[in-house]
């Protein structure tokens, strides 16, 4: 498919677990793992958990090692 470059759709700033997982490159399984430690934030949109692109950056961010 080609790739939409309309600037009229935004782009979303929340994701759910299926796609912060993905966003990780971690399985859901996985996920549910690190969100029980409560390191990474969310919000509640309606009944759902959403999660930040921020922060899942921040996570990435602050367990990074050299």
């Known amino acids: 498919g080609k790739i939409r470059t309309d600037r009229s759709v935004p782009v979303p ?4 677990r299926p796609e912060a997982a ?3 490159g971690i399985s859901t399984r996985t996920f549910d793992r690190i ?3 409560r390191v990474i934030a969310y919000v509640w949109v309606g ?3 959403r999660y ?3 922060d899942l950056q921040n996570y990435i961010k602050s367990n990074r090692t050299i």
């Open 13 to 16: 700033m929340t994701c759910s």
């Open 22 to 24: 993905a966003y990780l």
């Open 35 to 37: 969100q029980k430690s």
């Open 47 to 49: 009944q759902r958990r």
């Open 52 to 54: 930040l692109l921020s």
